[in-house]
């Protein structure tokens, strides 16, 4: 260890040369593991630590804080940053960054990804074909929900809803949507309609949510919300778990009020296997890889050391989250 230097402890392995900027005037220390570093270990490692780049699975609690009396930045390399207690890092004197952009083109790839599997049934249909179960072609197997003309609804016109809006549109479907700000802009440019969120959810073909997890959007779409929906409507999350109350959704789904739930995101990750969510028909679900394409984990990883070596050198980190502005 050479004196002096600020030391960063990065939670996970991160694309080749993207720690370079770091290099000759940082002390980095990189967690080897595929596994995240255990709580204990994250409180120890950050115990000596100036600055720590971290994914969506580290929780950065107050505890954790109080026990790095060094540390400066807290660099999420991801959007969402609900891992992280902010309120207690402003009071500790911490930054805490995330990497917004970068990662809104794959999300909404993945989010009209679920949305054609789910329309198309796509994994029901694959999976009896390798069953030996397709016999001919009939008239009437496998029909699904067509894109061309069917309403979306987004719920949070952020990056990602907005990207999901333009492509949904692309593929001819009408679409509304709700967040906390209107966005006439978007409105008269591209023919896109608010509703207040119990208004739009009967009209919808397809629900998506695109909201950060804050204590206000914990269970929006809760059991009374599910029922407002169409019958043999699609949910898709590619956001996270905790906007959607999970047992209701079973429920919902249970009894065919829902058609399909498409997700990428759970309450629990990674989700058990056993999970009822994983044994009800009509889920596709996957492991929380809106952001995984090689060119944005890349940016992601570019963006998180930037952040963090802004902080370390006294300056304005690019993207700080929006509480420490
Ligand atoms: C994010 O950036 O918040 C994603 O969930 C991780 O890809």
Redesign the pocket.
């Known amino acids: 260890m050479t004196a002096g230097k600020p030391r960063v402890f990065v939670t996970r392995e991160l694309p080749a040369g993207t720690l370079e900027p770091l290099a000759g005037w940082a002390e980095v220390e990189v967690w080897p593991d595929f596994q995240p570093p255990p709580p204990a270990e994250l409180r120890r490692r950050l115990a000596e630590a100036d600055g720590a780049i971290t994914?969506?699975t580290d929780r950065i609690d107050d505890e954790v804080l109080a026990a790095a009396p060094r540390l400066k930045v807290v660099s999420?390399?991801?959007?969402?940053?609900d891992n992280i207690d902010v309120a207690a890092a402003r009071r500790r004197g911490v930054m805490v960054t995330?990497?917004p952009g970068v990662?809104t083109d794959a999300?909404a790839d993945l989010t009209m990804a679920l949305i054609l599997a789910c329309a198309r049934r796509l994994p029901e249909a694959e999976a009896a074909l390798r069953r030996g179960e397709w016999r001919t072609w009939h008239p009437l197997q496998w029909l699904g929900l067509e894109l061309n003309g069917a309403t979306l609804g987004i719920v949070g016109l952020g990056r990602i809803g907005r990207a999901v809006a333009r492509r949904a549109l692309a593929f001819g479907m009408r679409v509304l949507y709700w967040s906390r700000r209107r966005d006439p802009e978007a409105e008269a440019a591209w023919g896109i309609a608010y509703r207040p969120l119990d208004d739009m959810l009967p009209e919808v073909d397809v629900l998506t949510l695109h909201v950060p997890l804050t204590p206000e959007t914990r269970h929006l779409i809760d059991a009374r919300r599910l029922e407002r929906m169409k019958r043999g409507a699609i949910l898709v999350n590619?956001?996270?778990g905790d906007v959607v109350d999970e047992e209701a959704l079973v429920r919902a789904l249970e009894r065919g009020h829902l058609g399909a739930a498409g997700l990428d995101?759970y309450s629990r990750e990674p989700v058990p296997p056993d999970h009822p969510l994983l044994r009800v028909p009509g889920v596709i679900a996957l492991p929380?890889i809106?952001?995984?394409t090689e060119r944005t984990r890349r940016r992601?990883a570019e963006l998180a050391v930037a952040n963090c070596a802004a902080v370390l050198r006294g300056e304005r980190p690019p993207h700080p989250v929006p509480e420490m502005l």
């Open positions: 994914m969506v999420n390399c991801a959007v969402g940053y995330h990497t990662l999300t590619t956001a996270r995101v929380h809106g952001s995984a992601m």
